[in-house]
């Protein structure tokens, strides 16, 4: 890859030593891509907030990067472990270091949005502006359904992209890779968003590529295109899909393939709680959960995770007192991956309707899980 | 055995016994970094240790968080001494890069299973090739 003179000079630790590292990630990539230059991108959105996903090691590694590294870019952040309004048992070591990593954000520049779902909370760019989106659900959504070009980024190149203002041409940013070679077929009618993400779940593990063609799939509402770019992001590398294609090579997802991936994944039938949010709730989703719950109470505790910025819309037209009245506990700026909010002391299986949020609850948090969809979820546990 | 024309990714040496596994890994989801220990049960590397390996996989799949959990690898002293992929992605890439572990993509074509466990290796990165010395 051929660098401009002052950026060989940043690689070289010229200006400083955070610089310095976020140009080391940037050539890596750039050769792991066989990008031939450096472009400038408007928008990094970094993942990596955490304190469950990146641990002390990253806490320390963000407090000194901090310290000389500015945001060159536009740049908002993914969601944190808790919500600071309710801390409820969570531990002062956590609230102590989950601060320590916020503050590093801050220092850098970051606005502090905790959200997985910046494409509903933000004002979007036109259509083909380079962006950089390590949340693998607003990578997909953003390729796919927004005209936004991104690669799957890493948490630690959204981060260089951010201070650098800078991201490899490769992969996704070019027009080759954005046409799929791949194309998943189905044979049934799908009835709820779970079954977009049993199908994006199995369209990422069984396409190396970085598209996918979704065939028989012509368009979507939002909830379900939450739920599939959710699943697409978690199983593998694709970063994008089409609405079908021109690609030869074809693979079923029937009935049979859609049951093996709930076995993998749904390995409950029962649990004592619910939580709805990964990726974080919308609008949309919080209008469906309050039509589903009218007049009604959830027999079993229920966690809903949306951003601080759709919660905040929510009350002011009524929704967010509608859903509480369900029984329904919100948490903000946080998500159901990697929650401290659920852990195995405290439950020994879940109830989800994302199969996002089943996949690390059951990896990371070691809880079993029991997927259902919304309506499901409401029919069963609310009277 | 010489493995030469493997494309460069994060300079450097690192040498250490080949740990191989035909299977994807999840960084964020399947690895402790305080153990250096692979968790997932399903997976065929399952409480293996990475520390000091050869790592050999075909890519990381995952959050994109992963690149951390490279990074903190490194930070308790458990990380591998150099990574070998058959396509490597963007995860291990930037992970390996903050890291400063050494990391080469097979030739094209160069299947993993060529690689056999528990072998002494070296990765030099900069000459593109890995040094496989059977016992």
Redesign the interface.
């Known amino acids: 890859m051929e660098l401009a003179r002052d950026e060989e000079k940043a690689l070289d630790g010229r200006y400083d030593e955070a610089l310095a590292?976020a140009y080391?990630?940037l050539?890596?990539?750039g050769?792991?891509?066989d990008a031939q230059k450096l472009v400038p991108v408007k928008w990094a959105h970094i993942?990596?907030v955490n304190y469950n996903?990146?641990?002390?090691?990253?806490m320390?590694?963000l407090e000194k990067f901090s310290t000389t590294a500015k945001v060159a870019v536009k740049t908002t952040i993914n969601p944190m472990g808790y919500d600071r309004s309710k801390p409820e048992d969570i531990s002062p070591s956590f609230q102590e270091r989950q601060e320590n990593i916020a503050s590093s954000y801050e220092r850098m520049g970051a606005t502090a949005s905790f959200t997985c779902t910046p494409y509903e909370v933000f004002d979007l760019p036109q259509k083909g502006t380079a962006v950089s989106f390590?949340?693998?659900n607003a990578a997909v959504f953003s390729n796919s359904l927004l005209g936004l070009k991104t690669?799957?980024?890493?948490?630690?190149?959204?981060l260089?992209s951010s201070v650098t203002g800078k991201t490899p041409l490769s992969d996704l940013r070019l027009e080759e890779a954005r046409n799929p070679k791949i194309s998943i077929e189905t044979d049934f009618d799908f009835r709820t968003e779970l079954d977009y993400g049993l199908l994006g779940y199995f369209a990422g593990k069984s396409v190396?590529d970085s598209c996918v063609a979704l065939n028989s799939i012509s368009r979507l509402d939002t909830i379900q295109a939450k739920a599939l770019c959710a699943a697409i992001g978690?199983?593998?590398?694709c970063g994008m899909f089409t609405f079908g294609g021109k690609s030869k090579e074809k693979i079923l997802f029937g009935k049979k393939e859609a049951q093996s991936v709930m076995d993998e994944l749904s390995t409950a039938d029962d649990a004592d709680i619910i939580t709805l949010g990964s990726p974080q709730l919308g609008m949309n989703e919080l209008g469906l959960l309050a039509k589903l719950t009218e007049f009604k109470k959830f027999t079993k505790r229920c966690i809903v995770f949306c951003s601080r910025a759709i919660y905040n819309d929510a009350i002011k037209i009524g929704l967010a007192s509608k859903i509480e009245k369900s029984g329904a506990d919100f948490r903000c700026d946080s998500c159901t991956?990697l929650t401290p909010y659920v852990t195995k002391d405290k439950y020994d299986a879940v109830i989800t309707n994302s199969v996002k949020g089943a996949?690390?609850l059951s990896?990371?948090n070691k809880v079993k899980v029991a997927l259902k969809d919304i309506k499901t979820i409401a029919e069963e546990y609310t009277q | 055995m010489i493995i030469s024309n493997c494309r460069r990714i994060v300079g450097g040496t690192g040498e250490g016994k080949t740990l191989v596994t035909k299977q994807p890994i999840n960084f964020l989801a399947m690895v402790n970094a305080k153990s250096g220990t692979i968790t997932d049960p399903l997976h065929e590397l399952h409480d293996k240790s990475l520390k000091g390996s050869v790592l050999i996989l075909p890519y990381a799949i995952g959050s994109s968080v992963g690149a951390y959990a490279i990074y903190s690898l490194k930070e308790y002293g458990n990380a591998p001494s150099a990574v070998v992929c058959s396509k490597v992605d963007i995860t291990t890439a930037s992970g390996c890069a903050l890291a400063e572990i050494p990391v080469v993509d097979l030739p094209d074509g160069t299947p993993i299973s060529i690689l056999k466990q528990g072998l002494k290796a070296r990765v030099e990165a900069d000459a593109r090739r890995i040094v496989v010395e059977f016992s």
């Open positions: 590292s080391r990630i050539v890596a990539i050769e792991a891509t993942s990596g996903t990146i641990g002390d090691g990253g320390r590694f390590a949340e693998s690669n799957k980024e890493s948490a630690l190149s959204a260089a190396k978690t199983s593998g590398s991956c996949y690390y990896k990371s």
